[in-house]
């Protein structure tokens, strides 16, 4: 059974750090593509951030290019999004997700993607 378990969200003030972690279990999650979504009441769930499974190569969405960084730990069935100079348009709650084709993340199917974590919520607010 595939299951994924996030942490680290919580509150944060403008400006500061969370770094977002996703332990996959139940396949082989090297062989998987990573990607990170958000989403807010009301609306889509939002691309962030992709890593692929054979060279990391990483994709960003235009609003968190050079805040966030999408890293894996392959030896620990590991996702990570480390997301720095927070602003309050990045509260959300956020989805780590895997698929076997990273062009799934490329293309932006999101309703493609084969396995979704619960979520983690992130509020970034003073």
């Known amino acids: 059974q595939v299951q994924f378990v996030e942490s680290g969200g919580g509150l944060v003030q403008p400006g500061g750090s969370l770094r977002l972690s996703c332990v996959g279990s139940?396949?082989?999650?090297?062989?998987?593509?990573w990607g990170w979504f958000r989403q807010t009441p009301g609306k889509e769930r939002e691309f962030v951030a992709a890593i692929s499974d054979r060279d990391s190569l990483t994709r960003y969405a235009d609003s968190v290019k050079g805040r966030f960084a999408v890293s894996r730990d392959n030896t620990k069935n590991t996702a990570y999004l480390q997301m720095n100079s927070l602003e309050s348009g990045d509260t959300a709650k956020y989805y780590c997700s895997a698929d076997l084709n990273y062009l799934t993340y490329v293309r932006g199917d999101t309703y493609r993607v084969q396995y979704w974590g619960q979520g983690t919520q992130v509020t970034v607010a003073s």
């Open positions: 139940g396949f082989t999650l090297n062989a998987y593509s």
